[in-house]
């Protein structure tokens, strides 16, 4: 079974074009975060939602929208996409605690690329 | 802020040699540390983790230890296998409740027969 989903795999797309690439997990995880890969390989995260609710939003611009229908799913929505979004996006869940980190469980990425 | 810096990469090495993969960190408080693997056109997986000073974490032979003096946390294997060909990332989070990992720019390893 697989823990954490994105679709799609793979998407190719027109700048200008809003498009959404959605997550799901099944492991019971309260924390979902999505993460932007470039080209370079570095990895950052954007966003991190608790029980459905917003905690982090690093500076992304607000072409990006989160939302999170359930603590199951965090989709991400993008408006307007430009060159530079292409990149792969991964989301990520983890099963929140107090005072302890737990293991992020990463979705195998979605690779974004604008024309 | 939070910071991780790794050694630059690619890293080409013949089966069966030493691997280490240098990593250290800059960070308030106590991190928890991560070691994440990224094989070819997959996601990440958790390779291994240590929460505190002196904590060795290991998986499929590959050992890390967290070292608070330094502020280091180097992964090394005895002896590497083509198939540990991968992007291998270090990456720390703060230990209070559940936080974002801060990742480093990850070290591309590839092993030859």
């Known amino acids: 079974d697989t823990a954490v989903s994105q679709t799609p795999k793979y998407l190719v797309t027109q700048m200008g074009n809003d498009k959404s690439i959605k997550c799901e997990q099944n492991l019971g995880h309260d924390t979902m975060y999505w993460y932007k890969q470039d080209s370079k390989k570095f990895l950052k995260i954007m966003f991190s939602?608790?029980?459905?609710?917003?905690?982090i939003n690093e500076t992304v611009p607000n072409r990006f929208s989160p939302k999170s229908p359930d603590k199951a799913h965090l989709n991400l929505h993008i408006n307007s996409l430009e060159l530079g979004d292409s990149a792969v996006y991964f989301c990520a869940s983890s099963l929140r605690t107090s005072g302890t980190q737990e293991t992020q469980y990463f979705g195998p990425g979605t690779r974004l690329l604008v024309l | 802020g939070n910071s991780v810096t790794q050694m630059e990469g690619p890293v080409t090495l013949s089966e069966e040699a030493f691997l280490t993969i240098n990593c250290t960190y800059t960070?308030?408080?106590?991190?928890?540390l991560f070691w994440y693997v990224q094989y070819p056109g997959e996601g990440l997986q958790l390779l291994l983790k240590a929460t505190k000073a002196d904590d060795k974490g290991s998986n499929k032979g590959f050992e890390a230890t967290y070292r608070k003096e330094t502020t280091s946390f180097h992964l090394e294997k005895g002896s590497v296998q083509v198939s540990d060909s991968a992007v291998y990332f270090c990456?720390?989070?703060?230990?209070?409740?559940?936080?974002?990992?801060?990742f480093g720019k990850g070290t591309r390893l590839s092993v030859i027969a």
């Open positions: 990456a720390l989070s703060r230990r209070a409740g559940n936080t974002p990992l801060v």
């Open positions: 939602y608790n029980n459905k609710e917003l905690i």
């Open positions: 960070a308030t408080g106590y991190p928890s």
